[in-house]
Antibody, heavy 120, light 106 residues
Framework: EVQLVESGGGLVQPGGSLRLSCAAS????????MDWVRQAPGKGLEWVAR??????????EYAASVRDRFVVSRDDLQNSVYLQMNSLKTEDTAVYFC???????????WGQGTLVTVSS | IQLTQSPSSLSASVGDRVNITCRAS??????LAWYQQKPGQAPKLLIY???TLQTGVPSRFSGSGSGTDFTLTVSSLQPEDFATYYC?????????FGQGTRLEIK
């Protein structure tokens, strides 16, 4: 069974940093691209970042709203993907989901999400 | 690429047929997916590549379209279908989602 479990969320002050983790199981993690998607309270879905697999040189993509502040990484030995979030702003407050990119342009599995609250 | 869903909200009854449309600001080919989200839950993939039904999703869900205009159809609404629906394009970065369509019980 495919499982994605996020952790690392919490309350942080504006300007602070936080590192989210997503532990994957039930599939060959190293084969798949992985994404982070967030959802502000009461709002819609916003794609945040992607990291590709080794065959694609672990290349990354970011939403403009987080580029230069967030860094996505992965550890294929630990079957985990990470999101390092720096210079956090109040507008980064959201539930952050990790998701698996299927092989046909779809996000086919999602974690349950972890809440990040940026507030003083 | 901006995705505009219509309607933004919809009231319907069990057994109704409903259509939700998604219009892209530029062509995305068939690289469009549909997701269902219930309160407090993660999104669930329903349709990908515009019209391919995800494994395990009931056949009352279907998708159509290509280029800039897409439709999600639920042929006969069931109680568990009342949720929010999002379209997503994966043709061009940044990946974008529509604003969502809230489907409520009439």
């Amino acid at each position: 069974e495919v499982q994605l479990v996020e952790s690392g969320g919490g309350l942080v002050q504006p300007g602070g940093s936080l590192r989210l983790s997503c532990a994957a199981s039930g599939f060959t993690f190293s084969d798949h691209f992985m994404d982070w998607v967030r959802q502000a309270p009461g709002k819609g879905l916003e794609w945040v970042a992607r990291i590709r697999n080794k065959a694609n040189r672990y290349s990354t993509e970011y939403a403009a709203s987080v580029r230069d502040r967030f860094v996505v990484s992965r550890d294929d030995l630990q079957n985990s993907v990470y999101l390092q979030m720096n210079s956090l702003k109040t507008e980064d407050t959201a539930v952050y989901f990790c998701s698996r990119d299927g092989t046909k342009y779809q996000f086919d599995y999602w974690g349950q999400g972890t809440l990040v609250t940026v507030s003083s | 690429i901006q995705l505009t869903q219509s309607p933004s909200s919809l009231s319907a009854s069990v057994g109704d047929r409903v259509n939700i449309t998604c219009r892209a600001s530029q062509g995305v080919g068939r690289f469009l997916a549909w997701y269902q989200q219930k309160p407090g839950q993660a999104p669930k993939l329903l349709i990908y590549l515009a019209s391919t039904l995800q494994t395990g999703v009931p056949s009352r869900f279907s998708g159509s379209g290509s280029g800039t205009d897409f439709t999600l159809t639920v042929s006969s609404l069931q109680p568990e279908d009342f949720a929010t629906y999002y379209c997503q394009q994966i043709n061009t970065f940044p990946i974008t989602f529509g604003q969502g369509t809230r489907l409520e019980i009439k």
